[in-house]
Structures are given as C-alpha cells and as structure tokens.
C-alpha cells in the first residue's frame, strides 16, 4: 500500500480525523503529489474581531502540505511539519462561501519533504498561500 492508496482508503471510507470534524473540512481530491479540501468558514470560525480566525486557514494550508507529500510516498508514512509559512492575504468571513486548500508536492527526498498550498474562493480569489517543510519518517505500527 502507497500512502496514495491510504489516503484514499480513508477517503473511500469515510472518515475524517477529528480536527477535520470539528472544523467542517472534507479532503475532496487526491492524487499523488496533490490533495484538495474543502470547507465553510461561518461565524463559529470568528475571532474577536469578527473575522474568521487565522487558525482556521492555517489548519486547511497546514493539512494540505501534510497530505500533499503523504500522497506522495512508496509506503504509508508519517509527514510531520517542521516548518510552515502562510502569507494571508484576505479576511474570510461567513460570507466568504466554500474555500479550496489546494497542495502540491514540490520535492520529496528520504527525509525531508517541500509542499506549498494556496486558499482560494470559488472564484479563485486568493485568501492565503504556505509553504512547508516536513520530517518524512516510518510509522510506528503499534500506535
């Protein structure tokens, strides 16, 4: 089994982990070397100021590295991000609509892993771009 296949087993059977519960995100497309979620920021998603938070486009971006370079492994494997850089560009809101968090692998090496993600609308508008950096490592079976 490729982590291709995996993601897409997970996929298939409908499950999500439980941050992607708690915050409506649905993993729509994955290919290898290329995953898409989707999700809709609401008022539950507010910061103090009304906006919808940050952590919100940096759970999507940051998700969408991580399972970019997963796509992209031989075996099942354990992408954890050691760096990651978002550049936000818009506010979203309820009145936002559906956002995409598109990721693309860049390079995968034995180790190490480059992706990057952007956040756009339905019309493509740009909200916020990442780049990542990620430890690729063997999956401890037993947890």
Same mark, same amino acid.
């Given at each position: ?47 103090? &100021? *009304? ?6 486009? +940096?759970?999507?971006? @940051?998700? /969408?590295?991580? #399972?970019? =370079? ?5 075996v ?8 990651i ?22 390079? &995968? *090496?034995r ?5 990057? +993600?952007?956040?756009? @609308?339905? /019309?493509?508008? #740009?909200? =916020? ?15």
């Open positions: 089994m490729t982590g291709l296949d995996e993601i897409r087993a997970m996929v298939a059977g409908g499950r999500r982990p439980p941050m992607m519960e708690l915050l409506d995100i649905d993993l729509v497309e994955v290919d290898k070397g290329y995953v898409m979620f989707t999700a809709t920021p609401g008022a539950s998603h507010y910061n103090p &100021l *009304g906006i919808v938070h940050g952590g919100f486009a +940096a759970t999507m971006l @940051d998700s /969408a590295c991580g #399972l970019a =370079a997963s796509s992209a492994t031989d099942p494997m354990t992408c954890v991000t050691l760096e850089k978002i550049s936000y560009q818009a506010a979203l809101s309820a009145r936002t609509g559906q956002v995409r968090a598109i990721g693309r692998l860049i390079s &995968l *090496g180790r190490v892993a480059f992706t990057k +993600a952007r956040l756009v @609308d339905q /019309a493509e508008r #740009l909200f =916020a771009t990442a780049t990542s950096t990620l430890l690729v490592s063997e999956r401890n079976q037993t947890s």
